[in-house]
């Protein structure tokens, strides 16, 4: 574990990303049976990415209330709801086209509607809503999560608008929504999922406690990272 001002780390390695699969549905779904016990619905943000794909695809098996589901997204491109990236389509593709989730509890992003209006539009959307039971996000290269880059708005300080409109995203498509980092912060518990070699140098960033956009999601209980062990190994100093 590492503190670095209000930000709590803790590092769960793991050997591959089957083993990362693995853990990170035992705690989704651990979180899931806590949220629905105590409050009776669970209310969850979904990353988007390639790393999530596998678990969601786990997921479809799992024996839950899902009824009790209530599904958001961290962001989103603006693209069609049925293109391919998609985050909404990716996780329908692997996820919720199998299991009874009430089609009214998946707040899908309206991004084909444009970053502007789609912002405003989630934002009322999650006007009710509390504090998120959890929160998945994963980590770019560059050290970003959901579509807060480097560079640009992470929405992290205290009173920012619970959406971002992007319109100039480092790589396509520039428009995109994302929640800001203070959004994100209000969770009960957040999960990073981690793989693949080209994060490593991200990994090295954060640890080292340089300021990338993930280091902005700082819930009250601090984050858990659930990383490639071979991530977590120091990078050699250029020769």
Same mark, same amino acid.
């Given at each position: ?31 899931? $049976?806590?949220?629905?016990? %105590? ?113 640009? %708005? ?75 062990? $071979? ?9």
């Amino acid at each position: 574990m590492n503190r670095t001002g209000m930000e709590m780390v803790r590092w769960h390695a793991v050997g591959d990303e089957m083993a990362l699969q693995e853990m990170a549905a035992g705690m989704i779904l651990g979180s899931a $049976a806590q949220a629905i016990h %105590e409050r009776g619905q669970f209310h969850l943000v979904l990353a988007g990415g390639n790393t999530p794909r596998g678990i969601y695809r786990g997921l479809c098996a799992a024996r839950t209330d899902w009824s009790a589901w209530h599904i958001y997204f961290s962001d989103e491109r603006c693209l069609s709801p049925l293109d391919a990236g998609r985050n909404s389509r990716m996780a329908a593709d692997a996820w919720f086209d199998y299991v009874p989730v009430p089609p009214l509890q998946l707040h899908a992003i309206p991004g084909e509607l444009g970053a502007t209006v789609a912002a405003r539009m989630y934002a009322e959307t999650l006007r009710t809503v509390g504090d998120f039971d959890l929160v998945l996000l994963g980590l770019g290269e560059d050290g970003h999560t959901a579509s807060l880059f480097p560079g640009h %708005e992470w929405g992290a300080a205290p009173g920012s608008p619970d959406t971002l409109a992007v319109f100039d995203a480092p790589k396509p498509p520039l428009q995109r929504v994302s929640l800001s980092a203070a959004r994100l912060s209000r969770a009960r518990q957040v999960i990073f999922l981690v793989s693949g070699e080209p994060k490593h140098r991200a990994v090295a960033a954060w640890r080292a406690g340089k300021n990338i956009p993930a280091r902005a999601v700082t819930p009250a209980a601090g984050v858990d990272a659930v990383v490639e062990s $071979a991530l977590l190994v120091p990078l050699a100093e250029p020769s």
